[in-house]
Structure formats: structure tokens, C-alpha cells
């Protein structure tokens, strides 16, 4: 299970976004560059259309994959009224040939994008991840080289934490604090729901250059 919101900022205002979550997290950032493909089941797999994503990590020596399930957001009264989705997702290792293995067992490649940008990865009442990653669309299957911006000029913003069905008041409750001190710059909100650029964002960014970032 996972806690997540997501909100978008622009390109302009990113440096400013990892001075102020430099001084938040007390981590250093690392690169993040990540080949997703998205593959669906086709009807002979199950009543039920399944999902999967399989990443492959390029910032390692060696690609490395990952085999990713999110299933459908958590329902109910309470699921409503707060501002974090909370979902369950299942993350496994694999090898570089799981591809050929999903082809085989039925799926199909639905799409694939380029994630390029930094993560911070900190303890702060939970294990909270932020990412900061544009979005790239490949004009051929796998070119990722010749890959091109979805949305020149904006960029995606994640905060993700693990979480159980246990804990997961508590860890919803870290991440809605933790997104408090981002409000300047950004306003993050369950994926899905559009909340657009701030208009206090370029005042936010320009402080926050401006003394280099002197979060305490």
C-alpha cells in the first residue's frame, strides 16, 4: 500500500523547488532517469483488465527493472475526506526479460514514457519520497533517445510513502504535513485531480534564489 499526491511545477521554478526540499529533507538529491512502459492484459487474461508497469532504472551501472501493480484507489467516507490517495501497490525486482515473459503470458504494450529529473528519499514521521520528473513520450517503440517532452515546460512533482493498512492514518498524515511546507511553490493533490500552476510560485521561487534557500 502507498500514500500519494502529485501537483506540476514549471521548469523556471525547479531549482528553486531543490533548494527548498534540500533544506527539508537534509539529503542529497539523486538522478533520476527511468524508462517506463505500461502494458495491459488483453480479455483472455481475466474478467478484470490488469495493469502492470515495468521500469527500468538507467541511472544504474547495469539497467535495472522493476515490475510495478497499483490497484484502484481506497474507498469510503474516510478515503474522501482527506487530500492524500491511499492504494494498494505491489513492487517486485526482475530480470531484463520480464518483457518477453508478459508478451508471452497475454499483455500488450499499451504505452511507454521517459521520466528524467532528481528524487529526495527521507524520513520525516515516514519513509516520504519526492520526485521532481519531466514526462517524455518516445516517437518510436524504446528510441529513448529521441524522446520529446509531453509538456515543454512543466514538470511533475510526487510524493509517495509506503504504508500499511495499520498505519496508513499516520502516514497519510506525514505526507499531508511534509506537502504544508511546499505550498508556495506548488499545490499537490490527489493524481487525477488538476490543480494547475500556483500564482505564488514565481514570488516563492524568486525568495527562495534569492537567499539560497535558507530553510531551517
Same mark, same amino acid.
Given at each position: 500500500?502507498?500514500?500519494?499526491?502529485?501537483?506540476?511545477? &514549471?521548469?523556471?521554478?525547479?531549482?528553486?523547488?531543490?533548494?527548498?526540499?534540500?533544506?527539508?529533507?537534509?539529503?542529497?538529491? !539523486?538522478? @533520476?532517469?527511468?524508462?517506463?512502459?505500461?502494458?495491459?492484459?488483453?480479455?483472455? @487474461?481475466?474478467?478484470? $483488465?490488469? &495493469?502492470?508497469?515495468?521500469?527500468?532504472?538507467? &541511472? !544504474?551501472?547495469?539497467?535495472?527493472?522493476?515490475?510495478?501493480?497499483?490497484?484502484?484507489?481506497?474507498? =469510503?467516507?474516510?478515503?474522501?475526506?482527506?487530500?492524500?490517495?491511499?492504494?494498494?501497490?505491489?513492487?517486485?525486482?526482475?530480470?531484463?526479460?520480464?518483457?518477453?515473459?508478459?508478451?508471452?503470458?497475454?499483455?500488450?504494450?499499451?504505452?511507454? !514514457? @521517459?521520466?528524467?529529473?532528481?528524487?529526495?528519499?527521507?524520513?520525516?514521521?515516514?519513509?516520504?519520497?519526492?520526485?521532481?520528473?519531466?514526462?517524455?513520450?518516445?516517437?518510436?517503440?524504446? $528510441?529513448?533517445?529521441? $524522446?520529446?517532452?509531453?509538456?515543454?515546460?512543466? !514538470?511533475?512533482?510526487?510524493?509517495?510513502?509506503?504504508?500499511?493498512?495499520?498505519?496508513?492514518?499516520?502516514?497519510? $498524515? %506525514?505526507?499531508?504535513?511534509?506537502?504544508?511546507?511546499?505550498?508556495?511553490? @506548488?499545490?499537490? %493533490?490527489?493524481? =487525477?485531480? %488538476?490543480?494547475?500552476?500556483?500564482?505564488?510560485?514565481?514570488?516563492?521561487?524568486?525568495?527562495?534564489? %534569492?537567499?539560497? =534557500?535558507?530553510?531551517?
Amino acid at each position: 500500500m502507498e500514500c500519494v499526491v502529485q501537483g506540476i511545477i &514549471e521548469t523556471q521554478h525547479v531549482e528553486a523547488l531543490e533548494i527548498l526540499l534540500q533544506g527539508l529533507c537534509g539529503v542529497h538529491k !539523486q538522478s @533520476l532517469r527511468i524508462h517506463e512502459l505500461c502494458l495491459k492484459s488483453v480479455p483472455n @487474461l481475466g474478467l478484470v $483488465a490488469s &495493469e502492470i508497469r515495468l521500469l527500468c532504472d538507467l &541511472e !544504474q551501472p547495469e539497467p535495472a527493472w522493476t515490475v510495478r501493480h497499483v490497484g484502484g484507489p481506497m474507498r =469510503g467516507a474516510g478515503a474522501e475526506q482527506i487530500s492524500v490517495l491511499v492504494r494498494p501497490m505491489q513492487e517486485s525486482k526482475i530480470s531484463k526479460n520480464a518483457l518477453r515473459l508478459f508478451y508471452s503470458l497475454g499483455y500488450k504494450l499499451d504505452h511507454e !514514457q @521517459l521520466r528524467v529529473g532528481f528524487a529526495f528519499h527521507f524520513q520525516r514521521g515516514a519513509q516520504i519520497t519526492v520526485t521532481v520528473s519531466s514526462i517524455n513520450k518516445m516517437l518510436k517503440p524504446h $528510441a529513448i533517445d529521441d $524522446a520529446v517532452p509531453v509538456t515543454p515546460g512543466i !514538470q511533475l512533482v510526487e510524493v509517495t510513502a509506503p504504508a500499511s493498512s495499520e498505519n496508513y492514518n499516520e502516514v497519510v $498524515a %506525514s505526507v499531508t504535513s511534509f506537502c504544508e511546507y511546499l505550498a508556495p511553490l @506548488l499545490h499537490l %493533490s490527489k493524481p =487525477g485531480v %488538476s490543480t494547475g500552476v500556483v500564482p505564488t510560485a514565481a514570488a516563492a521561487a524568486a525568495s527562495l534564489m %534569492s537567499d539560497g =534557500g535558507g530553510t531551517k
